[in-house]
Every structure is written in structure tokens, then in C-alpha cells.
């Protein structure tokens, strides 16, 4: 009885669930590279094989007890060897040969382990370097030896990290001083005239005082006037003599300004993809098309930034370009009506390499404008002292500076308990009791179900 128990135990604990049977060992692998080939020896007279993909290698028994495997392309497969009475069976592992640039590398590189991987689309590099000014001249050599392909560098480095997304701190500061002076004088008689003498002096450049139409009295013989004198603009000083019936328009002006604009935009970008960052607005430019129809296109300008990250270990490269551009209407066009102003743009591109958290300017983008103009009537102008009066000028001065500051970070994403508080009011906006749920008989909103049966004891 105590020995039929026990095999009833035996047999209950064999049929019991979650129990596995015990796994088989690992098979056997025949390695073997692609394009080449080796000898799989056995310990019987071989009567029949088995390979389960010939275009991966392909096997033929060469002797009684030697089998001859050919690799043809990268994988894995089964060889299955028959006996008269055994049988065995391997993985053969078809791995890819080493490429010629890869062997470059290694000669270049002694002591580094790199591989290099090729496909129709483009290159990749694996494996591990020493340091990263290693990784990144692994890069260049490849890149120069396949100027066509697309190199995807994923050399590891010691103290590399593994953010993947950049954050640019950018702080744009333009400063621009104007300056203007003009000076000029416009002497006129009244509308009857000095004495006998009706008249006026004007360089053009500024505006000056213009008569209306006169007649001829044909009973007295002389002139009158039909109209008036017209001032477009007054300038700084008029003065006028009615006993002389004589004045002057001078224009003494000097006018200075101050500019001053900062951006400080944040942008976060992928690794190797281009973001950009545009502060500012668009104006519409008439465009008129082939066939006479005029549509309208919206140029962009105000302060811009594009910038393309690539992380390499512990150093960030960045291709940035930033641009500040503003409207100018003194240089612009008009065109069937339209004020077409044109653009005054200060652009800089270049690439640097910078640590997490280091800091780099682009400074030295000054523009100094100067400008002098002069009018002078001829003869006149030309008498001493008195000259000045028949003469005018405008000078006019401007200087730009413009720094950019960019600051890159590696960063990563925020976990659900790391995610800070946003600010909310102290109070709540309604004063409590006026929702509709509230009112309602039995209440409103979300209804507590009933409590829950207590568990019971394990």
C-alpha cells in the first residue's frame, strides 16, 4: 500500500500545472563567414543531411565523415546530420565579413573596437571609442570616404550621455543709436513783394514756401495777386517782416535716438534635427503674375534662429544661424500704389562645440552707417560769410551692435512625480453652493459607490 501511494504521489506531482520539462542544452554552432567556408567533422559515416535556408550556406558531404558548409549571406539556420543509427544537429551562424573600411579603421585606430555596418541607404558605426575626439575623427574618416552615403555615428564613449534632446538658450540683445542734424535757410517776400522785387531762394532740400497764380491788372498796369502763399512745412524758426514785407524759413534740427531690443528664446531640438525660433511678424509684398492677376505673399522678418544639434559623447555641435531683420522704408519701393518697405537684415552662421552648459557669443556684428547730404545755390553760395545762408546739408549717423549668447543643455523628459506645481489661485473664481448638482435633490456630480466589501483574510 505504502509503495502504490507513493507512485500515485509521483504521478499527481508530474501532472501538476506550472510544472515544465526540462529544456535542451544548446545546440551546437558551426561559425562561418560569408564568402567563406569550413569543414564540420562527425564521429559516424554520414548517409543524410539537412540545411533549412541554402541561400544563408549551403552544406555537401565531401567524405564519408566531413561535411563542407559555404557562407553566402548573413543569419542564422539549422544543419541537421544523419547517421545509421545517431543524428545531430547545429546552428550554423553566417556572420558578415569585415569590409575594407572597417580594416582601415583598425589600422588607423589601433585599439579601438569599431564596426562598421554598410546598407544601401547609408553607413553605421558601433562599437566603442576611447575618447570622443576619437569618435568624432572615426566620423570624419568615414564621412570622407563615402562622401555619399548617410553616416550614423553610435560609437559609445566613456562619460557619454544618453539624452538625446538638446535645449538652446538664446539671448539676442540689438542696441542702435541714430543720430540727425540739418541745417538750411529759405528766404521769400510777401505776396506783393519787397519794394518792387517779388521773389524767393531755395536750395530743394527742404520745403519751401510757394506762391499762387497772380494776374495782370490791365487798368492800373500792374500785377495782383490771385491767391495766397502756401507753407508745406514751417521748419524750426519763421520769421516774417511786414514793414520790409520779407521773411526767412531757417531749419536747425538735431535729433538723436536710442534702440534697444532682447529676445531670449528656448527651443528644444531632437539629435542631428533642425529647430528653429522666429520673433517678429510678416508684411505683404503685391506679386503679379503671369497672367496680369495681383495675389499678395507674406515675407517674415523680426529675430530668427536655426540651429542643428548633434550630441557626440559629452560635447554638442551646433550649426546655428541667427538673423535679426527690420523694416525699411527708406529704401523701399512703390508700386501700383503700394509702399513696399525693404529689409534690413544682420545674419551669422557658424559651428561650435561646447559642453553641456557652456556658453558661447557671436559678437561683432556692428554697423555704422553715415550719411551727408548737401545743396547750395551756385554763385550765391559761393560769396564769404553770407554763402552759408544759400546753402543746406543733412548729416545723418546710425550704429548698430548686435550679440547673440547661446547656451546648449542636454535634457530629458520629466517623470509624473518630478513635474513641478503649477501656480494657482488661493481662492476658488464661483463662490461655493451655486453649482446646478448642488441644488438637485439627492445631489449632484460624482456619486460614491457603495463601500466595498472587506477582504477576506488570506
Excluded at 540545411?51 to 564519408?64: G, K, L, Y
Excluded at 545531430?88 to 558578415?96: H, K, M, N, R, T
Excluded at 559651428?351 to 552648459?357: A, I, M, Q, T
Amino acid at each position: 500500500m505504502r509503495l502504490a501511494a507513493f507512485f500515485v504521489s509521483v504521478l499527481l506531482l508530474n501532472a501538476a500545472p506550472g510544472v515544465r520539462a526540462q529544456q535542451a542544452p544548446n545546440l551546437p554552432q558551426v561559425s562561418v563567414t560569408a564568402g567563406r567556408s569550413t569543414i564540420v567533422s562527425t564521429d559516424f559515416d554520414v548517409t543524410r543531411i539537412a540545411i533549412t535556408n541554402p541561400e544563408v550556406a549551403d552544406a555537401v558531404v565531401v567524405r564519408p565523415r566531413e561535411i563542407l558548409v559555404d557562407g553566402k549571406t548573413a543569419g542564422t539556420i539549422s544543419l541537421i546530420i544523419w547517421g545509421a543509427t545517431e543524428r545531430i544537429q547545429y546552428d550554423v551562424v553566417v556572420e558578415q565579413p569585415v569590409s575594407v573600411l572597417e580594416q582601415q579603421l583598425h589600422q588607423l585606430f589601433p585599439g579601438e573596437e569599431v564596426q562598421v555596418t554598410s546598407s544601401a541607404d547609408g553607413i553605421v558605426l558601433s562599437g566603442r571609442a576611447s575618447s570622443t575626439q576619437v569618435m568624432l575623427r572615426i566620423g570624419e574618416v568615414v564621412q570622407a570616404a563615402s562622401p555619399k552615403s548617410t553616416v550614423t555615428n553610435m560609437l559609445q564613449v566613456p562619460g557619454g550621455s544618453d539624452a538625446q534632446q538638446v535645449m538652446l538658450q538664446v539671448r539676442i540683445a540689438e542696441v542702435n543709436r541714430r543720430a540727425l542734424t540739418e541745417l538750411g535757410t529759405n528766404f521769400f517776400t510777401g505776396p506783393t513783394g519787397a519794394g518792387d522785387w517779388i521773389g524767393r531762394s531755395t536750395t530743394g532740400q527742404f520745403p519751401s514756401v510757394e506762391f499762387k497764380e497772380f494776374q495782370r491788372n490791365e487798368t492800373a498796369g500792374s500785377l495782383d495777386l490771385k491767391g495766397n502763399m502756401e507753407f508745406s512745412d514751417f521748419l524750426n524758426i519763421f520769421l516774417f517782416n511786414t514793414n520790409w514785407n520779407a521773411g526767412a524759413l531757417v531749419r536747425a534740427l538735431k535729433q538723436s535716438g536710442y534702440f534697444q531690443s532682447l529676445a531670449e528664446p528656448n527651443l528644444i531640438a531632437y539629435n542631428r534635427k533642425e529647430a528653429s525660433f522666429l520673433a517678429g511678424g510678416e508684411f505683404p509684398v503685391p506679386i503679379v503674375n503671369s497672367i496680369g492677376q495681383l495675389t499678395i505673399e507674406y515675407k517674415e522678418f523680426g529675430v530668427r534662429l536655426n540651429f542643428t544639434p548633434t550630441i557626440a559623447g559629452d560635447l554638442i555641435r551646433l550649426k546655428v544661424r541667427p538673423e535679426v531683420s527690420e523694416l525699411d522704408f527708406n529704401n523701399g519701393i512703390t508700386m501700383d500704389g503700394f509702399r513696399i518697405p525693404s529689409l534690413h537684415t544682420r545674419r551669422a552662421e557658424t559651428e561650435v562645440e561646447l559642453r553641456d552648459g557652456q556658453s558661447f557669443a557671436v559678437a561683432g556684428l556692428i554697423d555704422n552707417t553715415a550719411q551727408t547730404d548737401r545743396a547750395a545755390i551756385p554763385l550765391l553760395s559761393q560769396i564769404p560769410i553770407i554763402g552759408y545762408l544759400f546753402q543746406s546739408k543733412a548729416d545723418r549717423k546710425e550704429r548698430t551692435e548686435l550679440l547673440v549668447l547661446i547656451t546648449p543643455r542636454l535634457v530629458r523628459a520629466l517623470n509624473p512625480d518630478e513635474v513641478p506645481p503649477l501656480p494657482t489661485l488661493p481662492g476658488r473664481f464661483l463662490p461655493p453652493g451655486d453649482d446646478v448638482g448642488d441644488r438637485l435633490e439627492g445631489g449632484g456630480g460624482t456619486v460614491d459607490g457603495p463601500p466595498a466589501e472587506p477582504a477576506v483574510g488570506r
